[in-house]
């Protein structure tokens, strides 16, 4: 006989099939908002401490919870799946019900509470009628106050494979660089070209006119 919490979670699964989404959601992964510490608490009473980390694959849309510090239940771990703003989580547990003689009975229990109040339910399916009750469904009402924030994610892997090396010229040294074969015999413009090389015979006053003749003159500054 198929639970009402599995005929929920095959409902759920149709929907967001023909709404062409999944259970995984959108590509990403896990969202670091959700990760940390939190208390769990039902509306009748029941408390714990639940630890959101990131699952064990990397997986899109996926933390891991741990639960802990519940004085009625075994401790637990599951992963929880973000869909369409909520976080979904099935796991077998060995006291998943409880009795009202302190007793518990196995089953399959479903977290689900949004993402933003962080408000939820847990339910199971009593089809076997654990306790001496009649098979029927259970909801309970519980909420999560976040009371720690997430583990520092630290790279596993060099950011950089290969070392970063910055090639720094030697300092410049006037006349360490060796000068071209030949350069010190070859002679300078100015001791070939008599223009260079020649004085004017005669130097104008700044008073006196120039003259065709003066700016014909060999070494006329033109």
């Known amino acids: 006989m198929m639970s009402v919490r599995n005929l929920t979670r095959l409902a759920v699964t149709s929907a967001l099939t023909a709404a062409g989404l ?12 959700a990760l940390g510490t939190y208390t769990f608490e039902t509306s009748d009473g029941e408390s714990a401490k639940w630890v959101l980390t990131p699952c064990e694959v990397d997986t899109p849309n996926c933390v891991r919870v741990s639960e ?8 637990w771990s599951a992963n929880a799946y973000w869909t369409v703003g909520s976080w979904i989580l099935f796991v077998e547990q060995p006291d998943a019900i409880i009795c009202k ?20 339910y847990a339910s199971i399916f009593n089809g076997d009628g654990a306790c001496g009750s009649e098979p029927s469904s259970l ?3 519980f909420t999560l106050t976040k009371t720690g924030s997430g583990p520092v994610q630290y790279p ?9 090396v910055v090639d720094i010229p030697e300092p ?12 010190a015999e070859a002679p300078m413009p100015v001791e070939t070209d008599p223009a260079l090389k020649e004085t ?3 130097i104008p006053s700044p008073e006196d006119p120039l003259t065709e003749a003066v700016v014909s003159e060999p070494g006329f500054n033109r």
């Open 200 to 202: 004017p015979n005669y």
């Open 101 to 120: 003689d302190g007793g518990s009975a196995p089953g399959r229990n479903n977290y689900s509470w949004d993402a933003t109040s962080l408000t939820g």
């Open 139 to 141: 909801t309970i009402p």
């Open 68 to 75: 802990s510090e519940n004085s009625m239940r075994a401790p």
């Open 22 to 33: 999944s259970l995984a959601g959108t590509a990403g992964a896990a969202d670091s908002n």
């Open 172 to 183: 410049y040294i006037p006349g360490a660089a060796e000068a071209p074969p030949g350069a």
């Open 156 to 164: 596993t892997a060099p950011v950089q494979d290969e070392p970063y």
